[in-house]
Nanobody, 122 residues
Framework: SPDLVESGGGSVEAGGSLRLSCAAS?????MAWFREAPGKGREGVAL????????TLLDSVKGRFTISKDNAKNILYLQMNSLKPEDTGMYIC??????????????????WGRGTQVTVSS
């Protein structure tokens, strides 16, 4: 199974930007970002559909976050702009080799990274 290694997290002030990366050790199809905040469950943030290239984004990050992928290198990116304190959490990369029908649901993914922490201060 592929290893997923995230990087790029850090601490920023509200309004700042961060770019997260997730490197997959083997080719995969769909990749996504989830996040986990203290006291909250894991939620899907952004999904990259390798087949069509059309992203799915959590409503609260639309217009601020952009997901992209370098297929040649198997690296997934999440560009996060205009960050808010409520974006604070552990950002976790997920992947699957399923060929179609993948949604931004935890149950649709079989491979997970360890996460990278994002902290946004007000």
């Amino acid at each position: 199974s592929p290893d997923l290694v995230e990087s790029g997290g850090g601490s920023v002030e509200a309004g700042g930007s961060l770019r997260l990366s997730c490197a997959a050790s083997q080719p995969v199809n769909y990749m996504a970002w989830f996040r986990e905040a203290p006291g909250k469950g894991r939620e899907g943030v952004a999904l990259f559909d390798n087949g069509r290239g059309l992203p799915t984004l959590l409503d609260s990050v639309k217009g601020r976050f952009t997901i992209s992928k370098d297929n040649a290198k198997n690296i997934l990116y999440l560009q996060m702009n205009s960050l808010k304190p409520e974006d604070t959490g552990m950002y976790i990369c997920a992947a699957t080799r399923r060929a179609s029908g993948v949604r931004l649901w935890m149950s649709d993914f079989g491979f997970w990274g360890r996460g990278t922490q994002v902290t946004v201060s007000s």
